[in-house]
């Protein structure tokens, strides 16, 4: 029998590991209300026994790429991708020299490439991911990721992903969750690089794909990508996604704009113990900030949403210690 100092030492032993263990979890997140929120939520869903214990069939965790795992300002990542190859390809298409929004990404013009628009973004996807087979894209993509930079940080875009995030998907990972990207972005561009960058496998990555077609090229059978829209994986399409490739209705989900907002009603609306979080880009220092007036990320009704429906805001400044890893 344990006498009564050896119990008070015990006893502080153990409050001791306990306080260790919960400042390990999510060591790049501050010790706010918002990393308690998501703690508390985890506890909950893994307590076998509680009110809110889920199934760990059940435990889908699903995350919006640019802005939310990954930067997305000045420009999506993915747009970085078009203007390089616009260049690269730029020898092949003399015409492209009279034409926009050609014309203005050979000038270096961002204003005269915005002004395109969504049709101008369409027409640089089509010339730029298309004409070629599946595993060729999945080389240029692999390829450009290895030396494209930053403009503002000058580090390779593979390391502005956020740490407090790839932290999170650890963390629901090791408790039983499975994770999933549900992205407006290319499928095809963001799978080479997500299980790398996140621990997220391809076959886990949801996002916005153009048509593939099977062919025989040298008695070889290949998948042409054809210029031709497939499925857009943004806003009310994200909702769809998920039934469609996941088939299962998420717990958890975490975003950053107003494409995301469907998902998030989406989830939240479940029965059971729906979580959603968005991440609010307030750190002009470290990152940027940014949220209504933004054309990347533009983030207005659903912060307007987040308080009533119990959406956890995750203020960037405030909540996370480190938003790089390359951070000092």
Known sequence: MLTGIACAALLSVMAL???AASQETLPSWNDTAAKQRIVDFVRATTTEGGNGYVAPQD?????????????????YIQLGFMLDRVKALA???????T????????????????????????????????????????????????????PKTGKLYTDMTYLPMR??????????????????????????VTEKLYGIPPQQVVGSTITTQYAI??????????PKIDFIDDGPGKPAGINKFIGRRPIFVAGNSDGDYEMLRWVTAAEGHGFAMIVHHTDADREYAYDRQSPFGKLDKALDEATRRNWLVVDMKADWKKVFAFEP
């Not at 435990?59 to 420009?75: H, K, M, S």
């Not at 020898?91 to 020299?97: G, I």
């Not at 090229?217 to 054809?226: G, I, Q, T």
């Open 217 to 226: 090229v040298d008695d070889v059978p290949v998948l042409r990508r054809l």
């Open 91 to 97: 020898p092949e298409h003399p015409e492209w020299k």
């Open 17 to 19: 590991s306990g306080r």
């Open 59 to 75: 435990r889908i965790a699903v995350f919006d790429n640019d802005g939310t795992l990954w930067t997305e300002q000045p420009f």
């Open 99 to 150: 034409k926009e929004p050609f014309k203005s990404i050979l000038a270096g013009d961002l204003k005269g490439i915005a002004k395109g628009g969504e049709k101008g973004i369409v027409e640089m996807g089509m010339a730029t991911h298309a004409g070629m087979t599946t595993d060729e894209f999945n080389k240029i993509v692999t390829d450009w990721f290895t030396t494209a930079k930053h």
């Open 167 to 192: 932290e999170l998907l650890d963390y629901l990972r090791a408790n039983g969750f499975a994770t999933y990207i549900v992205s407006g972005g290319g499928v095809e561009f963001m799978r080479p």
